[in-house]
């Protein structure tokens, strides 16, 4: 299995434009999660899913921010528009039945 | 909701010693405490898990310690190598059916010096 599949790895866009983050869970596994790695505040919960419903996005911080999960095998998020205080490192995570969460590797998303 | 606390958030080991690092946190409900190891530019990877009805556990070089009284866990690492240089993560949230909210602390970067 190839794993938590994230793209782009890296996204590089001026305030103001649109950013669309994808991921591929393992498959199987019927929860995922989308996190927020900065330096200042660590890795944060944004968004919860389970059998592609979203449970919990109490951690989507403003109305920018949005999430879809279509089918189980594809979820993704969206900013639009981009400000240069999103800028951080977005981890997708999926879980199968159990605790464990495995990490993609992440998308680096600088906004200029 | 919870609050973990992780430290250090750096430290510095000769290879061949022993590294500690220890986290507290808030919710007596929390009852899972995973560690996750970040290389530079890499995605999180779990190294070990506790649940709270075991105070120990170990994997080779590896083991955790749960203090569920005093709400504390901490990360050992013996004969330390220049391969665990990395950033270690502690969670604690809620296991079972319906469970799903982890908190991290801030990391703790691991340098071992060759």
């Known amino acids: ?112 | 909701g919870e609050n973990v606390e992780q430290h250090p958030s750096t430290l510095s080991v000769q290879e061949g010693d022993s590294a500690v690092i220890k986290c507290t946190y808030s919710d007596s409900a929390s009852n899972y405490f995973p560690w996750y190891k970040q290389e530079l530019g890499k995605r999180p990877q779990l190294i070990i898990d506790i649940r709270s009805n075991v105070g120990e556990k170990k994997d080779q070089r590896i083991a955790v310690t749960l203090n569920k009284t005093a709400k504390h866990f901490s990360l050992h690492i013996t004969e330390t190598q220049p391969e665990d240089s990395a950033v270690y993560f502690c969670a604690a949230g809620p296991s079972g059916a319906g469970s799903y909210q982890l908190t991290f602390g801030k990391g703790t970067k691991l340098s071992v010096i060759p």
């Open chain 1, 1 to 112: 299995d190839a794993g938590v599949i994230q793209s782009p790895r890296h996204e590089v866009t001026e305030m103001g434009q649109e950013v669309t983050l994808r991921c591929k869970p393992i498959s199987g596994h019927n929860s995922l999660f989308w996190y927020r790695q900065t330096m200042m505040r660590g890795l944060e919960l944004l968004i919860y899913f389970n059998n592609n419903v979203p449970i919990d996005d109490s951690g989507m911080p403003e109305d920018r921010f949005s999430a879809k999960m279509p089918n189980a095998s594809f979820s993704t998020l969206k900013i639009q528009p981009s400000e240069p205080r999103d800028s951080a490192v977005y981890f997708c995570a999926s879980r199968p039945q159990g605790d464990t969460q495995y990490f993609g590797p992440g998308t680096r998303l600088t906004v200029l």
